[in-house]
């Protein structure tokens, strides 16, 4: 973490303590000195010239960063006079320059010792020590103690109050961890350089990281992407590949995210020729075993900033990500963008001060169910460091005040990032305070309840030409019945056929697949009602060739029970048979209504054929032609599953187009 205490103070030069009023704004930027100030701009606690020469010395070292040779020279200034308090404070500025929090704390409580109220901010620097060794409750106690002074200045006084809530935070996390029993995968993804995971896919088979290598000077390396898949969920992975050209460059490459329906990869490359900004986000997509060039996603969601960390809604069309562009409300903040119907990206969106803050916002990951946000942050109260963090939408479609993730999920530490399961039972963190082969590792564990999302399950499976039995690349569209809005578009692989749409839970669904020159296939799941136990979808679909005779069930078009009024529900599929027969206006077809066998065949007959009749003139008035349709009733003449159990009886009530006729053209 790019701590606001810790910050190297080569960029700014050293500030005084006497300085602090003039300049207390600039303590979020760097961390500053109780009394590096000359010898003449002070009133010492001494009158031993001896000590006051030791003194002066020293801070001279201190101003030139040689913070040894400042500590000796202070050490001597207090030989000479054990109760020269500034000499003890700038000896504990030297510590904490050195991340010596321990001694640092000591020689403050000396100065506390001696005159606890000549200089309140010894109690804020002491506290500040303490929280770094991780002394929440003395920190507190001190933090507090500090606050009780007048006339401190707004910047340490906010800082005083943030740090105070985080010793809070951790004294009851700590009292109240939650369940965490991290799972190291092993050597066949972690290896003794840093690992960070980027997306696993949906159906928890693929799994996706950035691998940073180190150089044998021991500098940072390079950054690429790698990959691994498994059998099944709960066996090993098996051991990851380095994923090639054209995404892995001689440059960096981070901060991957694969689109819920695994077509879509879209990760942040920096310093490229067709940038925009430092880093930019790209995407490509994939076809059968291979990728296509990576595209920058344009000037409007990438900038003259740093853009990475994307993360994609299962719809494929919001965007969330990391940004330092102007605007924001911290050093870097979390925006999102959607995708338009013209396939521009929106103009970014912050999401606002419930979920970013005056400090660094970063990797967000949006659940599958669309509702749920889990991000990292520096300046949400938390254990310390960098803290992961969840947020949810409200009924009216606000983010709710962030949760963190908790105790010992997090820790002093920093925890950067967090992926989530589609069926948010699991998640993948990586980590360095863990047990792991060295550096940053991934683990998976099982997630608490309380910081769960909606588990969301997925319809997996493979698109063929019915007769020629060869993979098809069609078009995917999963509605939600309710509200006939589309959630979700995907297509299928154009080389193997094989498709993946995940589906959150708590809704009904319609789901469209099509494709030109073939009759479309529609599937409703509902999804209402059910407990953790999602079970996933493996459906294979064969589009039929338009044909003459060929049959298509409408399997989305719902009537109100022995009635024919066309419930609302079926809004979603009656527009795709009205697009479907816009773009087919050669065909002829045939409307049939079929019942099941509970009631008269007279009753039964009549209601097939009204139903019928009400889809045609549904048709009619979204403009089809009338001459284009006749419709028929069938009663429960043609059942296609058995009248025995109501799951059968449901298929068995179904509307079904028939093609009469394909007029040649002239």
Same mark, same amino acid.
């Given at each position: 973490?790019?701590?606001?205490?810790?910050?190297?103070?080569?960029?700014?030069?050293?500030?005084?303590?006497?300085?602090?009023?003039?300049?207390?704004?600039?303590?979020?930027?760097?961390?500053?000195?109780?009394?590096?100030?000359?010898?003449?701009?002070?009133?010492?606690?001494?009158?031993?010239?001896?000590?006051?020469?030791?003194?002066?010395?020293?801070?001279?070292?201190?101003?030139?960063?040689?913070?040894?040779?400042?500590?000796?020279?202070?050490?001597?200034?207090?030989?000479?006079?054990?109760?020269?308090?500034?000499?003890?404070?700038?000896?504990?500025?030297?510590?904490?320059?050195?991340?010596?929090?321990?001694?640092?704390?000591?020689?403050?409580?000396?100065?506390?010792?001696?005159?606890?109220?000549?200089?309140?901010?010894?109690?804020?620097?002491?506290?500040?020590?303490?929280?770094?060794?991780?002394?929440?409750?003395?920190?507190?106690?001190?933090?507090?103690?500090?606050?009780?002074?007048?006339?401190?200045?707004?910047?340490?006084?906010?800082?005083?109050?943030?740090?105070?809530?985080?010793?809070?935070?951790?004294?009851?996390?700590?009292?109240?961890?939650?369940?965490?029993?991290?799972?190291?995968?092993?050597?066949?993804?972690?290896?003794?350089?840093?690992?960070?995971?980027?997306?696993?896919?949906?159906?928890?088979?693929?799994?996706?990281?950035?691998?940073?290598?180190?150089?044998?000077?021991?500098?940072?390396?390079?950054?690429?992407?790698?990959?691994?898949?498994?059998?099944?969920?709960?066996?090993?992975?098996?051991?990851?590949?380095?994923?090639?050209?054209?995404?892995?460059?001689?440059?960096?490459?981070?901060?991957?995210?694969?689109?819920?329906?695994?077509?879509?990869?879209?990760?942040?490359?920096?310093?490229?020729?067709?940038?925009?900004?430092?880093?930019?986000?790209?995407?490509?997509?994939?076809?059968?075993?291979?990728?296509?060039?990576?595209?920058?996603?344009?000037?409007?969601?990438?900038?003259?900033?740093? %853009?990475?960390? =994307?993360?994609?809604?299962? +719809? !494929?069309? $919001? /965007? #969330? @990500?990391? &940004?330092? *562009?102007?605007?924001?409300?911290?050093?870097?903040?979390?925006?999102?963008?959607?995708?338009?119907?013209?396939?521009?990206?929106?103009?970014?969106?912050?999401?606002?001060?419930?979920?970013?803050?005056?400090?660094? %916002?970063?990797? =967000?990951?949006?659940?599958? +169910? !669309?509702? $749920? /946000? #889990? @991000?990292? &942050?520096? *300046?949400?109260?938390?254990?310390?460091?960098?803290?992961?963090?969840?947020?949810?939408?409200?009924?009216?479609?606000?983010?709710?005040?962030?949760?963190?993730?908790?105790?010992?999920?997090?820790?002093?530490?920093? %925890?950067?990032?967090?992926?989530?399961?589609?069926? !948010?039972?699991?998640?993948?963190?990586? &980590?360095?305070?863990?047990?792991?082969?060295?550096?940053?590792?991934?683990?998976?564990?099982?997630?608490?309840?309380?910081?769960?999302?909606?588990?969301?399950?997925?319809?997996?499976?493979?698109?063929?030409?019915?007769?020629?039995?060869?993979?098809?690349?069609?078009?995917?569209?999963?509605?939600?019945?309710?509200?006939?809005?589309?959630?979700?578009?995907?297509?299928?692989?154009?080389?193997?056929?094989?498709?993946?749409?995940?589906?959150?839970?708590?809704?009904?669904?319609?789901?469209?697949?099509?494709?030109?020159?073939?009759?479309?296939?529609?599937?409703?799941?509902?999804?209402?009602?059910?407990?953790?136990?999602?079970?996933?979808?493996?459906?294979?679909?064969?589009?039929?060739?338009?044909?003459?005779?060929?049959?298509?069930?409408?399997?989305?078009?719902?009537?109100?029970?022995?009635?024919?009024?066309?419930?609302?529900?079926?809004?979603?599929?009656?527009?795709?048979?009205?697009?479907?027969?816009?773009?087919?206006?050669?065909?002829?077809?045939?409307?049939?209504?079929?019942?099941?066998?509970?009631?008269?065949?007279?009753?039964?007959?009549?209601?097939?054929?009204?139903?019928?009749?009400?889809?045609?003139?549904?048709?009619?008035?979204?403009?089809?032609?009338?001459?284009?349709?006749?419709?028929?009733?069938?009663?429960?003449?043609?059942?296609?599953?058995?009248?025995?159990?109501?799951?059968?009886?449901?298929?068995?009530?179904?509307?079904?187009?028939?093609?009469?006729?394909?007029?040649?053209?002239?």
């Amino acid at each position: 973490m790019l701590s606001v205490l810790n910050l190297n103070l080569k960029n700014f030069g050293v500030i005084r303590f006497f300085d602090f009023h003039k300049i207390a704004g600039l303590f979020f930027l760097v961390g500053f000195s109780f009394l590096s100030a000359n010898s003449q701009a002070q009133e010492f606690s001494t009158t031993s010239k001896r000590a006051i020469k030791f003194y002066e010395e020293g801070n001279k070292k201190f101003t030139l960063l040689e913070f040894d040779a400042a500590a000796e020279e202070l050490n001597k200034a207090i030989l000479a006079d054990s109760r020269f308090i500034e000499a003890y404070l700038l000896l504990g500025d030297v510590y904490r320059e050195q991340k010596n929090y321990p001694r640092a704390n000591e020689v403050y409580d000396k100065v506390i010792a001696i005159n606890p109220d000549k200089y309140p901010e010894v109690w804020f620097f002491s506290a500040v020590s303490l929280y770094e060794i991780q002394n929440s409750q003395l920190a507190s106690r001190r933090f507090k103690k500090f606050l009780s002074f007048h006339d401190l200045g707004e910047a340490r006084a906010e800082e005083a109050r943030f740090l105070l809530a985080c010793c809070t935070f951790a004294i009851g996390a700590v009292k109240n961890p939650v369940p965490f029993k991290p799972v190291n995968p092993g050597e066949k993804i972690n290896s003794k350089n840093h690992e960070f995971i980027n997306s696993v896919s949906s159906d928890e088979l693929l799994l996706y990281f950035t691998r940073r290598d180190s150089l044998s000077n021991g500098n940072r390396g390079g950054e690429d992407f790698y990959f691994s898949n498994r059998e099944s969920i709960g066996n090993e992975w098996n051991r990851a590949l380095k994923m090639g050209p054209p995404i892995n460059t001689a440059g960096d490459e981070g901060a991957l995210t694969i689109s819920p329906d695994g077509r879509f990869l879209l990760f942040a490359g920096c310093h490229r020729e067709d940038g925009f900004g430092s880093c930019d986000i790209y995407a490509a997509r994939f076809n059968g075993n291979s990728i296509s060039e990576p595209i920058n996603l344009g000037p409007v969601l990438n900038s003259a900033k740093w %853009e990475t960390q =994307p993360s994609l809604s299962s +719809d !494929g069309r $919001t /965007l #969330y @990500f990391t &940004s330092t *562009r102007a605007g924001g409300f911290g050093k870097a903040d979390i925006w999102k963008s959607t995708l338009q119907d013209n396939g521009d990206w929106s103009i970014p969106e912050n999401p606002g001060e419930v979920i970013n803050t005056k400090g660094s %916002e970063m990797s =967000p990951f949006i659940h599958p +169910d !669309g509702q $749920t /946000l #889990y @991000f990292s &942050s520096d *300046r949400h109260p938390g254990m310390g460091g960098i803290d992961l963090f969840v947020s949810r939408l409200d009924s009216a479609g606000n983010w709710m005040s962030p949760l963190n993730l908790g105790y010992p999920i997090n820790t002093p530490a920093d %925890e950067m990032n967090v992926v989530v399961t589609a069926a !948010g039972d699991k998640a993948f963190i990586s &980590s360095n305070q863990l047990s792991g082969s060295g550096g940053y590792d991934i683990f998976e564990f099982e997630i608490p309840q309380n910081i769960r999302p909606i588990p969301s399950t997925y319809v997996k499976g493979i698109v063929c030409d019915n007769k020629t039995k060869k993979p098809l690349e069609a078009y995917f569209s999963l509605s939600n019945l309710l509200t006939n809005k589309e959630v979700v578009r995907s297509f299928s692989d154009a080389t193997s056929g094989e498709f993946l749409v995940c589906l959150p839970t708590n809704r009904e669904y319609a789901l469209n697949v099509s494709k030109s020159g073939y009759l479309f296939h529609s599937l409703n799941f509902s999804l209402t009602g059910l407990n953790s136990q999602i079970t996933p979808y493996i459906i294979d679909i064969f589009l039929e060739p338009v044909g003459e005779g060929q049959i298509m069930v409408l399997r989305n078009i719902f009537f109100e029970t022995g009635k024919t009024d066309i419930k609302n529900e079926s809004r979603a599929e009656l527009s795709k048979l009205i697009e479907f027969l816009e773009n087919n206006p050669e065909l002829m077809i045939e409307i049939s209504g079929h019942t099941d066998n509970v009631g008269t065949e007279d009753f039964n007959q009549k209601l097939s054929e009204d139903r019928a009749k009400a889809v045609l003139d549904y048709l009619v008035e979204g403009k089809i032609r009338a001459s284009r349709l006749v419709f028929k009733g069938y009663g429960f003449l043609h059942p296609i599953q058995s009248n025995e159990t109501e799951e059968g009886r449901a298929q068995n009530r179904r509307t079904e187009i028939k093609i009469l006729e394909i007029e040649k053209s002239n």
